[in-house]
C-alpha cells in the first residue's frame, strides 16, 4: 500500500475559495477605510486647517524665540593632565546638570542660564600617537594581537593618550570669549600642582635649549679647527677621505644636525607650555539645527494633526461600543 496521503480535489477547491474570499474582504476592508478617512477629513477639513496654522505659527514663533548654538574647542593636556581635564569637564557637567548658578558665576561664567551642556572626547589620531614613538607603535601592535585594531584606537585607555581634545559646549543663545571660552579655560588651568610641573618643565626645557647651544658652539669650533689645519696643510681631500672613512666627520656633523632639529623642537614645546591646559582653537556660535532644533514649524502641525486624528478614532471607537452595548 502506497504511504502517501491521499488529495481531495474537492478541500483544495474548498481552501482557495477561502483564501479569495478573505484576500477579497481585506480588500475591502482596506477600501472601506480610506473611504472613511476622506469623509473624515472632508468633514473636518477647516478644524484641519485651523490646526496647521496654530502649529506653524506656534512653531515659527518658537524656532525664532528658543535657538541653540554649539561651541567647539580644540585643546591639548600638558604635563599628563589628561585625567585632570576630563575629571574637570565631568565635573562642569554635572553642576550644569543641577543648575548650581553659585558655581558657575564663580567660575567666572556669565550665562549660567543659558549654558545647557559640556562634554569632551578624544580626537582619534593614531599617526599622531605613534608619531616618532617607538613605544607607542610597539603597544598597538601588542595590543592589535589580541583583539580588534578599529576598536582599540578608540578604546578609552587608548583614546586617553591622544594628543589633542574637543570640548564642546552648548548655549540657547550667542555667547562669546568672555562669557564662557576664557572663564571655561581659566577654570581647566586652576590648579596649583600643575602649575609647579609647568614651572619646572619649562625651567628644563631653557636648561636644555641652553645646553644645546653650548655643544653646537664647541662642535663649530671643532669643525672650523678643522677647516682651518686642512686648508693650511694644502691636503683637503685626502683629509676628507680620511675623516669619511672613520666616519668621524659625519658623526659630529650627525650631532650638530640632532641638536639643532631639537632645538626647533624646544621652542614649539616653549609655545605650546604656556598652558596646562592649551588652547589650540575655538570656533563659537555653530547654530544647531540637529533633531527639531529649527523646524519646530513644521514640527507642531503635524503634531497637532495626528493627536486630533487619533481623538476622533478614540471617539468613533467609543461611540460604536456603545452603540453594540445599547443593542444586546
Known amino acids: 500500500m502506497s504511504s502517501n496521503p491521499q488529495v481531495n480535489p474537492d478541500n483544495q477547491e474548498i481552501d482557495l475559495s477561502q483564501v479569495s474570499k478573505r484576500i477579497g474582504k481585506a480588500f475591502e476592508d482596506f477600501s472601506t477605510w480610506i473611504f472613511r478617512g476622506i469623509l473624515f477629513i472632508k ?46 569637564i565631568n565635573l562642569l557637567k554635572a553642576k550644569i546638570s543641577e543648575h548650581d548658578t553659585a558655581f558657575l558665576k564663580k567660575v567666572g561664567i556669565i550665562d549660567t542660564k543659558k549654558l545647557t551642556n559640556i562634554e569632551i572626547n578624544p580626537i582619534t589620531d593614531v599617526y599622531k600617537f605613534i ?55 581659566s577654570f581647566l588651568n586652576d590648579s596649583d600642582y600643575f602649575k609647579i610641573v609647568q614651572k619646572v618643565y619649562l625651567e628644563n626645557l631653557k636648561i636644555k635649549y641652553s645646553s644645546n647651544d653650548s655643544i653646537i658652539g664647541q662642535i663649530d669650533g671643532i669643525l672650523n679647527e678643522f677647516a682651518v689645519n686642512n686648508s693650511s696643510t694644502g691636503s683637503k681631500s685626502d683629509k676628507l677621505v680620511y675623516y669619511n672613512e672613520n666616519t668621524q666627520l659625519n658623526d659630529v656633523i650627525k650631532t650638530k644636525e640632532g641638536l639643532i632639529h631639537e632645538k626647533g623642537t624646544i621652542r614649539l614645546d616653549l609655545l605650546n607650555a604656556d598652558q596646562i591646559i592649551k588652547n589650540r582653537s575655538s570656533v563659537l556660535n555653530i547654530k544647531n539645527t540637529e533633531s527639531v532644533n529649527g523646524k519646530m514649524k513644521l514640527v507642531l502641525p503635524f503634531v497637532f494633526i495626528v493627536l486630533f486624528v487619533i481623538f476622533g478614532l478614540i471617539r468613533a471607537f467609543y461611540r460604536n461600543q456603545m452603540q453594540k452595548f445599547n443593542n444586546k
Do not use: C, W
Not at 65 to 87: A, E, W
Open 43 to 88: 468633514r473636518n477639513v477647516i478644524i484641519l486647517a485651523v490646526l496647521f496654522i496654530i502649529g506653524a505659527g506656534l512653531g515659527y514663533y518658537l524656532d525664532k524665540s528658543t535657538k541653540v548654538y554649539d561651541h567647539q574647542i580644540i585643546v591639548s593636556p600638558n604635563f599628563g593632565s589628561t585625567d585632570y581635564l576630563y575629571s574637570k
Open 131 to 185: 608619531d616618532n614613538k617607538p613605544q607607542n607603535f610597539d603597544l598597538i601592535k601588542l595590543m592589535a594581537e589580541d583583539g580588534d585594531i578599529n576598536k582599540i584606537v578608540v578604546d578609552e585607555v587608548t583614546s586617553r593618550n591622544y594628543p589633542f581634545h574637543i570640548i564642546s559646549y552648548t548655549t540657547s543663545s550667542i555667547t562669546d570669549e568672555n562669557k564662557t571660552l576664557n572663564p571655561i579655560m
